[in-house]
Structures are given as structure tokens and as C-alpha cells.
Nanobody, 123 residues
Framework: QVQPVESGGGVVQPGGSLRLSCVTS??????MAWFRQAPGKEREFVAS????????YYGDSVKGRFAISRDNAKDTLYLQMNSLKPEDSAVYYC??????????????????WGQGTQVTVSS
């Protein structure tokens, strides 16, 4: 399976946690990432992971709260989100590209996108 499929979104209270999953052929892709987009805003980089060396990058707004990881055996990319804030509310997208990227990626760098999963942080 090449087309990413996300799951795990939902409604959570501020300070809570969620784990997003993205099922795809993880071993096929050199770089995978999570982006998010809130209504009326541009798509924002959240986190990325490279296949070689396990290098990860994070957006400034999520550093220290979110963690990206891969499970090659399960063909799954994860995003563990802790200490969630209302401003984290958005549709979260999984993205993938075959070649490895160095540095913080832009949305245009990716060839494959999932359909998105909604995360709402609200009391």
C-alpha cells in the first residue's frame, strides 16, 4: 500500500494526549512527515522522520510535546501528541516521499498524501 491512510484523530481536552497513525509502505519512503491545516490557515509543518539514521525534525510550536516514530514491521508512522492545546486543533495529514530529505521539509516536497484526520482540542 502506497497511499497513506491516517487514523486516530478525535476530540480531546486541553492537556490531553492523542496518537495518530499513518499506514503505508513505510519502508518504501526515505522521508515521512506530518502536516496540519486549520481553517483559513496554510498547511503547517509538524514533524518529519528520515528512514536512514532516524533523523527527526519538529515545528517550533510542537517541540517537546509531540514525537514522531516509525514501525517498519507494521508499516506505520505515528505521531504521539501530548499536552495538547486548543491551537493544535486542525486536520492532520501524513505525507511521504521516496527520497530522503535533509532539513525541515515543505509540503511541496512530498508526493503522497493521506486524506487527513481531524484533531479537536476543546474543553
Amino acid at each position: 500500500q502506497v497511499q497513506p491512510v491516517e487514523s486516530g484523530g478525535g476530540v480531546v481536552q486541553p492537556g490531553g494526549s492523542l496518537r495518530l497513525s499513518c499506514v503505508t509502505s513505510v519502508r518504501t519512503f526515505g522521508t515521512m512527515a506530518w502536516f496540519r491545516q486549520a481553517p483559513g490557515k496554510e498547511r503547517e509543518f509538524v514533524a518529519s522522520s528520515t528512514s536512514s539514521g532516524g533523523i527527526s525534525y519538529y515545528g517550533d510550536s510542537v517541540k517537546g510535546r509531540f514525537a514522531i516514530s516509525r514501525d517498519n514491521a507494521k508499516d506505520t508512522l505515528y505521531l504521539q501528541m501530548n499536552s495538547l492545546k486548543p491551537e493544535d486543533s486542525a486536520v492532520y495529514y501524513c505525507a511521504a516521499r521516496r527520497n530522503r530529505l535533509v532539513g525541515v521539509p515543505r509540503p511541496t516536497s512530498f508526493d503522497y498524501w493521506g486524506q487527513g484526520t481531524q484533531v479537536t482540542v476543546s474543553s
